[in-house]
Each structure stands twice: as C-alpha cells, then as structure tokens.
C-alpha cells in the first residue's frame, strides 16, 4: 500500500519529442506527488508538484497529468531537449507525514 | 539557496571497517535524512530524524546507525562495512510542519562508497 510504481526504468527519446513517465500508487492517503530530476553526480531536485485537488500542473515544458479515480500520475515533458536527460523519480506522501515514498525512477535520455 | 553538504563526493573503505558519512544543512531545517541509492531501486529510506537527539528507523535501517549531535549534521554510521553496502548514499533535509513547504526535500550531491 505504501509502494510507488514507476514506469519505464528507462527510455530515450528524439530531441522534439514528448517522453512521458507514468507512476502509479494505492493509497488514496496521500496528496502530494512531487517530482524530482538528477543529474548525473548531483543529488535529486524538486522539478514540480501536484496535489490531488487539480489533474494537471504546467511548468515551462513540464507538465504533471494526475487521475485521482486510476491512482496514476505522469510527467510530460514537451519539446524534450538533450539537456533534460536526466532520472526522473516520481515519489507520493501526506502531508502529515514528511516522508516521501519514491517511484524507481527513469532514466531518460534525449537523443539530438 | 538551501545548501547541503556532505563530507566526501567518493569513499573507498575495506569490509569491516567503521564509516562516517557527514551530512550538514545550512537552512535551519529540523528534518534530516539518509537515503541510499542503487540502479532500479530508486531511493530507499535509511533513516531519518525530525529533531535533535532524535532518530526514526527507514526502510533499511540494518547495518546502519546515525547521529544526531546538533540541529545542522546529521551523520550516517556503518558500524562494520560490507560489500553489501557499496552504494550512493544521499542526505537531504526538510522543513518540519505540514504545507508543501515542508514536502520539499532538499538534497546534498552524494556519496558514493566503495567496500572491498
């Protein structure tokens, strides 16, 4: 009940097109689900959030798509660049517990 | 900005050996916590702390134990290293209270430790 499932572990896309990563979770407790981007030999940074009151956020090119009824959430990112290549987590928590529970994580790959 | 910091970007220990791994965070935050990270696993939750003195048991907590002296380091012990543990390990910080805020975990770049 407390795993996210994220999707795929890895995937490359063509400079201009749209990745998307897909996770997924089963407790309907939580109402925060962030998304965060490494770069290789940094730690994870917050890129954008959602809460489940809202289905979509956009920021810039990045875009959360959130189904309350499925318990899945997306990032997409438009106009993808080599620059966003990067592992992507996904992760969920409450906002009385400061935990977050993580996704696996996608490592992406934008080809130019 | 938030700043954490830790004490070595690369680490080369021997089995059995004692390691610390310091962390310390520049904003003042009450929640600290260790993470290790490998290929296909993600992020997995060592421990953590919400204060002072304080220490929770994460997700695996076995072969690992952490200090907490002042509100700014939190430090991550391997009490007998082995080959099991060679991984990155990551720290981060939070705020403490409820709000998106205090979702946001602020991360240091890692350290990863080799066991031979």
């Known amino acids: 009940q407390q795993q996210v499932k994220q999707s795929p572990q890895s995937l490359i896309v063509q400079k201009g097109g749209i990745p998307i990563i897909n996770c997924a979770y089963e407790?309907?407790?939580?109402?925060?689900f962030p998304w965060y981007q490494q770069f290789p030999g940094k730690g994870p940074a917050l890129l954008i959030a959602?809460?489940?009151d809202v289905s979509e956020k956009k920021e810039g090119r990045f875009t959360i798509s959130f189904n309350k009824s499925a318990k899945q959430f997306s990032l997409h990112i438009m106009d993808s660049q080599p620059g966003d290549s990067a592992t992507y987590f996904c992760?969920?928590?409450?906002?009385?517990?400061?935990?977050?529970?993580w996704g696996a994580g996608t490592k992406l790959i934008i080809k130019p | 900005d938030v700043k954490v910091t830790q004490s070595s970007r690369y680490l080369v220990k021997r089995t059995g050996e004692k390691v610390f791994l310091e962390c310390v965070q520049d904003?003042?935050?009450?929640?600290m916590f260790w993470y290790r990270q490998d290929p296909g696993l993600g992020l997995r939750l060592i421990y953590f702390?919400?204060?002072?003195?304080?220490?929770e048991k994460g997700d695996i907590p076995e072969g690992y134990s952490v200090s907490r002296e002042k509100k700014e380091r939190f430090s991550l012990i391997l009490e007998s290293a082995s080959t099991n543990q060679t991984s990155m390990y990551l720290c981060?910080?939070?705020?403490?209270?409820?709000?998106?805020?205090?979702?946001?975990?602020?991360f240091g770049p890692g350290t990863r430790l080799t066991v031979l």
């Open positions: 981060a910080s939070s705020l403490q209270g409820q709000g998106s805020l205090s979702n946001e975990q602020f």
């Open positions: 904003m003042d935050h009450e929640n």
């Open positions: 702390s919400y204060d002072v003195k304080m220490k």
């Open positions: 407790n309907t407790a939580f109402d925060y």
């Open positions: 959602i809460r489940p």
């Open positions: 992760a969920a928590s409450m906002d009385s517990n400061y935990q977050l529970i």
